[in-house]
């Protein structure tokens, strides 16, 4: 038996073979009497939650067979113990596998044997492979060898044969556990391997004594409850303790999960109970005390007892549950991407509370139904903003989670240069593990750059967003504003509330246009009442002068009609990016359409410009009346007719135009980075428009581009499958992904297996990194001002049961607490 280190402590001790004692009755702590007495020793074990044996801390009693003792029992095991020995193990028993050879017996093995005994399957033998050279003779063993036959011609299964595959050995299952003596079938370094005398020596083995006397131990090691003995009374006693412990921890589970699910804080001020600052927690179990008899006495006798009194109830337990159910989780998804192969990464990084930089790593596969998932891996705190320093934090998370990047197939980051570079990036990095990890911008996060660029290359667009935001600061600093406003918005229905401009979803600002041009007169209103309040202070009736006056101008209201359409098509197309279920085909087709709107938008200005003109009551620009400056000429520059614009020209070529312009620009630049991928795959919805030479020569082109993954017996499927596909609704093939759900869940995945590859490739490449932005919303509501001191693991398992809180509803509680057992060694049987 394994053991680092060994304590002598002596007890008397004599007592009667199979003395009767109570467990209940013993005054000796984290120790439960679950061994056979037997002429030599029974052992004290301690219990696991789940009534496993500690491997901690095992303690044997030894005492001679033929001593006596005048006390009774119980003082004879409290007062007079004898030679107890402590083992402490660094090393977790292993549940004994097919092969005998590879059994490690200790007390754990043997009692999960009994328990759970082998069961012998001829049909599994390779007999083929058994064969043993006698001389130039070979022998090998045969079914009948595991057959006794008997003197009226009967057939018997002999059960008690082992055979060892690693050893090509026969053992004997009794005698391997409970021998009194050296026998060829119980050794399990040698075993028997003489098939040339096999018959005779089985049929000597199970009518020996030794092999009887094995058989009838280990009938009594399996039959104690006959025995009416100790054994029985301890059974109960431990399987009641077991039921009871597990009750607890079914409450404490179901209120680790219920607060983390839904990013609720844990603790409070105090830890007792009874306590109005005790927080989340045990407030919860103090709810569910009041309804359920069992929990309030539990509560009542092993609440506040202090550290060193077990109730399964204290921060501690609550934390070790809160790891595990994390790494349940994971481990869940870990098992869902190996199943399913081919994952794309998503990464991306936000300061938290305490301005410590967070990596978010999210990855997407697609599931056993045919639709892409996106799964949430946790937050890798501290790792800097170099590609190099991503790289090797990445490669270290994916290692301890073991998950191959070879499988790789896709990345989505922003369109920082620290993850987007063609040289150093992180992107390139990642291609050095996998050379088909293609690199897809996410494309919301470019439709954002676009929109800002465009509005930046203008005085007017920035100036127009700047008016905005301080029309926002202006009324929301004051109570007394904005009471002003909500009262004159509120009589008008179709009016909506201002908003505040948004520094990172630059779509969003749509909000605050159409909050503009629906609530403009109502907006205005509101300034004059209070620029004609004498009660107000000189500096605040001046300021709402100022912005009176800046969005009255024609120049305001002309932005505002043609900014709000604009953004609400950008907003409609980013709220379908950051979708889960697209595909890159739909990315390409929604770039394009608003790039056409753009573009159509090109020939309204005189919509606009009308719209503008109603909505302000006026008719001239700002610049209009004011004399033009003219740019001073050098000496060597000759005479030109330089034409200065003003009025509508001025806006129509100086704004409106290199707006537009340049909004068309970018969506037309922007969309070649999903283009190229595209183009790869994307004929695969037009088979039916392509002959049978377009389909082998596109299809010729993704074997080369995937060789690991395709073969060339791709080329002809699709040619088949071009037919196949004529048979599908026009719902089934108007995207990949429905494509690819189709195909999975009907009868055809065996006969296109190389078709459903590429398409679960293609439909598993992220075109937004969305689900890493929604794991910041998840950090700042779990690690706000308030609970700063949350350390990182925690803060990641926290991150995890709330954003993958549909797995964890999955989970059997069950399950956690088996493996609660089985890590941690607690003094009371759970």
Same mark, same amino acid.
């Given at each position: 038996?394994?053991?680092?280190?060994?304590?002598?402590?002596?007890?008397?001790?004599?007592?009667?073979?199979?003395?009767?004692?109570?467990?209940?009755?013993?005054?000796?702590?984290?120790?439960?009497?679950?061994?056979?007495?037997?002429?030599?020793?029974?052992?004290?074990?301690?219990?696991?939650?789940?009534?496993?044996?500690?491997?901690?801390?095992?303690?044997?009693?030894?005492?001679?067979?033929?001593?006596?003792?005048?006390?009774?029992?119980?003082?004879?095991?409290?007062?007079?113990?004898?030679?107890?020995?402590?083992?402490?193990?660094?090393?977790?028993?292993?549940?004994?596998?097919?092969?005998?050879?590879?059994?490690?017996?200790?007390?754990?093995?043997?009692?999960?044997?009994?328990?759970?005994?082998?069961?012998?399957?001829?049909?599994?033998?390779?007999?083929?492979?058994?064969?043993?050279?006698?001389?130039?003779?070979?022998?090998?063993?045969?079914?009948?060898?595991?057959? /006794?036959?008997?003197?009226?011609? @009967?057939? !018997? +299964?002999?059960?008690?044969?082992?055979? $060892?595959?690693? =050893? &090509?050995? %026969?053992?004997?299952?009794?005698?391997?556990?409970?021998?009194?003596?050296?026998?060829?079938?119980?050794?399990?370094?040698?075993?028997?391997?003489?098939?040339?005398?096999?018959?005779?020596?089985?049929?000597?083995?199970?009518?020996?004594?030794?092999?009887?006397?094995?058989?009838?131990?280990?009938?009594?090691?399996?039959?104690?409850?006959? /025995?009416?003995?100790?054994?029985? @009374?301890? !059974? +109960?006693?431990?399987?009641?303790?077991? $039921?009871?412990? =597990? &009750?607890? %921890?079914?409450?404490?589970?179901?209120?680790?999960?219920?607060?983390?699910?839904?990013?609720?804080?844990?603790?409070?001020?105090?830890?007792?109970?009874?306590?109005?600052?005790?927080?989340?927690?045990?407030?919860?179990?103090?709810?569910?005390?009041?309804?359920?008899?069992?929990?309030?006495?539990?509560?009542?006798?092993?609440?506040?007892?202090?550290?060193?009194?077990?109730?399964?109830?204290?921060?501690?337990?609550?934390?070790?549950?809160?790891?595990?159910?994390?790494?349940?989780?994971?481990?869940?998804?870990?098992?869902?991407?190996?199943?399913?192969?081919?994952?794309?990464?998503?990464?991306?990084?936000?300061?938290?509370?305490?301005?410590?930089?967070?990596?978010?790593?999210?990855?997407?596969?697609?599931?056993?139904?045919?639709?892409?998932?996106?799964?949430?891996?946790?937050?890798?705190?501290?790792?800097?903003?170099?590609?190099?320093?991503?790289?090797?934090?990445?490669?270290?998370?994916?290692?301890?989670?073991?998950?191959?990047?070879?499988?790789?197939?896709?990345?989505?980051?922003?369109?920082?240069?620290?993850?987007?570079?063609?040289?150093?990036?992180?992107?390139?990095?990642?291609?050095?593990?996998?050379?088909?990890?293609?690199?897809?911008?996410?494309?919301?996060?470019?439709?954002?750059?676009?929109?800002?660029?465009?509005?930046?290359?203008?005085?007017?667009?920035?100036?127009?967003?700047?008016?905005?935001?301080?029309?926002?600061?202006?009324?929301?600093?004051?109570?007394?504003?904005?009471?002003?406003?909500?009262?004159?918005?509120?009589?008008?229905?179709?009016?909506?509330?201002?908003?505040?401009?948004?520094?990172?979803?630059?779509?969003?600002?749509?909000?605050?246009?159409?909050?503009?041009?629906?609530?403009?007169?109502?907006?205005?209103?509101?300034?004059?009442?209070?620029?004609?309040?004498?009660?107000?202070?000189?500096?605040?009736?001046?300021?709402?002068?100022?912005?009176?006056?800046?969005?009255?101008?024609?120049?305001?209201?002309?932005?505002?009609?043609?900014?709000?359409?604009?953004?609400?098509?950008?907003?409609?197309?980013?709220?379908?990016?950051?979708?889960?279920?697209?595909?890159?085909?739909?990315?390409?087709?929604?770039?394009?359409?608003?790039?056409?709107?753009?573009?159509?938008?090109?020939?309204?200005?005189?919509?606009?410009?009308?719209?503008?003109?109603?909505?302000?009551?006026?008719?001239?620009?700002?610049?209009?009346?004011?004399?033009?400056?003219?740019?001073?000429?050098?000496?060597?520059?000759?005479?030109?007719?330089?034409?200065?614009?003003?009025?509508?020209?001025?806006?129509?070529?100086?704004?409106?135009?290199?707006?537009?312009?340049?909004?068309?620009?970018?969506?037309?630049?922007?969309?070649?980075?999903?283009?190229?991928?595209?183009?790869?795959?994307?004929?695969?919805?037009?088979?039916?428009?392509?002959?049978?030479?377009?389909?082998?020569?596109?299809?010729?082109?993704?074997?080369?581009?995937?060789?690991?993954?395709?073969?060339?017996?791709?080329?002809?499927?699709?040619?088949?499958?071009?037919?196949?596909?004529?048979?599908?609704?026009?719902?089934?093939?108007?995207?990949?992904?429905?494509?690819?759900?189709?195909?999975?869940?009907?009868?055809?995945?065996?006969?296109?297996?190389?078709?459903?590859?590429?398409?679960?490739?293609?439909?598993?490449?992220?075109?937004?990194?969305?689900?890493?932005?929604?794991?910041?919303?998840?950090?700042?509501?779990?690690?706000?001002?308030?609970?700063?001191?949350?350390?990182?693991?925690?803060?990641?398992?926290?991150?995890?049961?709330?954003?993958?809180?549909?797995?964890?509803?999955?989970?059997?509680?069950?399950?956690?607490?088996?493996?609660?057992?089985?890590?941690?060694?607690?003094?009371?049987?759970?």
């Amino acid at each position: 038996m394994p053991h680092t280190s060994t304590k002598q402590m002596t007890y008397g001790v004599e007592m009667e073979p199979y003395a009767r004692v109570k467990f209940e009755e013993l005054s000796v702590h984290s120790v439960q009497l679950c061994g056979l007495f037997s002429d030599i020793e029974f052992p004290y074990l301690a219990a696991t939650p789940d009534g496993l044996v500690d491997e901690d801390s095992i303690l044997e009693i030894k005492r001679p067979y033929a001593a006596r003792d005048t006390k009774s029992p119980v003082e004879a095991v409290n007062n007079k113990l004898a030679e107890i020995t402590v083992y402490d193990f660094n090393e977790k028993s292993q549940i004994p596998g097919p092969d005998p050879v590879k059994w490690n017996l200790n007390l754990d093995s043997i009692n999960f044997l009994l328990a759970n005994p082998p069961k012998i399957d001829i049909s599994t033998i390779p007999f083929a492979e058994t064969k043993r050279m006698f001389g130039n003779i070979s022998r090998r063993l045969t079914p009948d060898h595991f057959m /006794r036959k008997l003197q009226n011609g @009967e057939k !018997k +299964l002999r059960e008690w044969i082992l055979y $060892s595959p690693s =050893k &090509n050995a %026969l053992f004997c299952f009794q005698c391997l556990l409970f021998s009194p003596k050296p026998t060829v079938f119980g050794n399990k370094n040698e075993g028997f391997i003489n098939w040339k005398k096999c018959n005779e020596s089985l049929q000597e083995h199970e009518t020996s004594k030794t092999h009887a006397e094995s058989v009838r131990i280990w009938f009594s090691r399996i039959k104690k409850e006959d /025995r009416g003995v100790i054994d029985l @009374e301890l !059974k +109960l006693n431990i399987e009641n303790q077991i $039921s009871y412990w =597990k &009750n607890v %921890l079914y409450r404490v589970v179901e209120t680790v999960s219920f607060l983390a699910s839904r990013g609720l804080a844990f603790r409070g001020n105090s830890h007792n109970f009874g306590s109005k600052q005790n927080g989340n927690y045990l407030g919860c179990l103090e709810l569910v005390a009041k309804f359920d008899p069992f929990l309030s006495a539990h509560i009542a006798n092993y609440g506040n007892k202090g550290k060193g009194n077990v109730s399964y109830l204290s921060s501690n337990i609550c934390d070790e549950f809160i790891s595990l159910m994390s790494d349940t989780v994971i481990d869940k998804i870990v098992s869902e991407i190996k199943e399913r192969k081919y994952f794309s990464l998503i990464v991306d990084s936000t300061p938290d509370v305490t301005t410590r930089d967070q990596l978010t790593v999210a990855i997407r596969y697609i599931s056993n139904e045919g639709l892409p998932v996106e799964r949430f891996l946790g937050f890798i705190p501290s790792v800097g903003h170099k590609g190099s320093d991503m790289e090797q934090a990445l490669l270290k998370k994916f290692c301890e989670l073991n998950i191959d990047l070879k499988f790789c197939r896709g990345q989505s980051y922003d369109n920082a240069s620290n993850m987007s570079g063609v040289y150093n990036g992180l992107q390139t990095r990642i291609k050095n593990y996998s050379s088909t990890a293609f690199f897809v911008p996410c494309s919301a996060h470019s439709l954002n750059l676009i929109g800002s660029n465009a509005a930046d290359t203008t005085q007017e667009g920035t100036k127009f967003f700047f008016i905005c935001q301080a029309i926002y600061n202006f009324f929301s600093v004051s109570t007394f504003r904005w009471n002003i406003l909500t009262n004159i918005i509120e009589k008008n229905p179709g009016c909506v509330k201002i908003k505040k401009l948004c520094s990172t979803r630059w779509s969003s600002r749509y909000d605050v246009c159409r909050a503009m041009c629906n609530g403009y007169a109502q907006v205005l209103s509101a300034l004059n009442t209070i620029c004609d309040d004498e009660g107000q202070k000189k500096d605040t009736r001046h300021e709402a002068r100022s912005i009176k006056n800046k969005i009255e101008s024609l120049n305001f209201c002309f932005m505002i009609c043609m900014w709000t359409p604009i953004l609400q098509r950008f907003n409609a197309t980013s709220i379908s990016l950051q979708s889960i279920d697209i595909d890159l085909a739909t990315v390409v087709t929604l770039y394009d359409s608003l790039e056409k709107y753009v573009e159509d938008i090109r020939e309204r200005f005189d919509v606009y410009l009308e719209q503008a003109k109603t909505m302000c009551s006026k008719q001239l620009f700002s610049w209009d009346g004011v004399r033009q400056k003219k740019r001073n000429k050098f000496f060597d520059e000759t005479e030109s007719n330089e034409e200065l614009l003003g009025g509508e020209q001025k806006m129509k070529c100086e704004v409106f135009y290199v707006i537009i312009d340049k909004l068309a620009m970018n969506l037309r630049e922007r969309k070649l980075s999903y283009t190229d991928i595209n183009n790869n795959f994307g004929f695969i919805l037009k088979l039916d428009t392509l002959d049978t030479n377009g389909i082998r020569e596109n299809a010729k082109n993704l074997v080369k581009i995937y060789p690991e993954d395709l073969n060339e017996t791709f080329i002809e499927e699709l040619v088949q499958f071009k037919n196949i596909l004529n048979l599908f609704s026009k719902e089934d093939k108007s995207s990949f992904i429905s494509l690819l759900k189709c195909l999975t869940n009907s009868s055809l995945l065996t006969t296109f297996p190389n078709v459903e590859i590429v398409l679960r490739i293609f439909c598993c490449m992220a075109s937004s990194n969305a689900s890493g932005e929604r794991s910041f919303s998840v950090l700042k509501r779990i690690k706000n001002y308030l609970r700063s001191a949350l350390v990182d693991e925690k803060m990641s398992s926290l991150s995890i049961l709330n954003i993958e809180s549909d797995i964890l509803q999955q989970i059997d509680w069950s399950d956690i607490i088996h493996k609660f057992a089985v890590l941690k060694s607690r003094k009371k049987l759970i």
